[in-house]
T-cell receptor, first 115, second 112 residues
Framework: NAGVTQTPKFQVLKTGQSMTLQCAQDMNHNSMYWYRQDPGMGLRLIYYSASEGTTDKGEVPNGYNVSRLNKREFSLRLESAAPSQTSVYFC??????????????FGPGTRLTVT | GQQLNQSPQSMFIQEGEDVSMNCTSSSIFNTWLWYKQDPGEGPVLLIALYKAGELTSNGRLTAQFGITRKDSFLNISASIPSDVGIYFCAGRDNTNAGKSTFGDGTTLTVKP
């Protein structure tokens, strides 16, 4: 079991370039999430997918798009990168069902720098 | 949106000392979670709390879900050097499809 995997681990982009961050989980979880973490701050939710086929905006969705490709994979796309998007990006997954217990598992992160 | 206030922001302690950190919220949560993040890694879940008043231990770690459902604390007893890292609290309510709101973290440094 690899858990949650993310690629790439590091990326440097120039302003205006686009890229897609990949995330996959092998725990058969229904829900997946993308967060960003800026220095000295907690994680802020960008987008989430409660189940396959659905996606919703989180706290800071501007400048991002997501695709829930299948139950395993959830990608995050930056169409036109900006320096303000320099951050560490974490993908997470959980077996969420309303009213039940759940645990959220995180990937190792993608460190993105936009110059 | 919901906000969590986590304190202290950082702690510098001697090995063997006990540590306490807490989170407060202006909103009610149904679940409180505590994570630890090591440098260059993603957060790892330490303790999950699902009921107001619940007190749960995981080895040297103890966490409590406040009676008002607006706060939680985490204690670490007899700290060791590998306790170094950033500790995050997170709160979740049942209306948010599993989304969690995170505190800004407590950075713990343990001096041998």
């Amino acid at each position: 079991n690899a858990g949650v995997t993310q690629t790439p681990k590091f990326q440097v982009l120039k302003t205006g370039q686009s890229m897609t961050l990949q995330c996959a989980q092998d725990m058969n979880h229904n829900s997946m999430y993308w967060y960003r973490q800026d220095p000295g701050m907690g994680l802020r939710l960008i987008y989430y997918s409660a189940s396959e086929g659905t996606t919703d905006k989180g706290e800071v969705p501007n400048g991002y798009n997501v695709s829930r490709l299948n139950k395993r994979e959830f990608s995050l796309r930056l169409e036109s990168a900006a320096p303000s998007q320099t951050s560490v990006y974490f993908c997470a997954s959980s077996e969420f069902q309303t009213g039940t217990k759940y645990e959220q598992y995180f990937g190792p992160g993608t460190r993105l720098t936009v110059t | 949106g919901q906000q969590l206030n986590q304190s202290p922001q950082s702690m510098f302690i001697q090995e063997g000392e006990d540590v306490s950190m807490n989170c407060t919220s202006s909103s009610i949560f149904n679940t409180w979670l505590w994570y630890k993040q090591d440098p260059g890694e993603g957060p790892v879940l330490l303790i999950a709390l699902y009921k107001a008043g619940e007190l749960t231990s995981n080895g040297r770690l103890t966490a409590q879900f406040g009676i008002t459902r607006k706060d939680s604390f985490l204690n670490i007893s007899a700290s060791i050097p590998s306790d170094v890292g950033i500790y995050f609290c997170a709160g979740r309510d049942n209306t948010n499809a599993g989304k969690s709101t995170f505190g800004d973290g407590t950075t713990l440094t343990v001096k041998p």
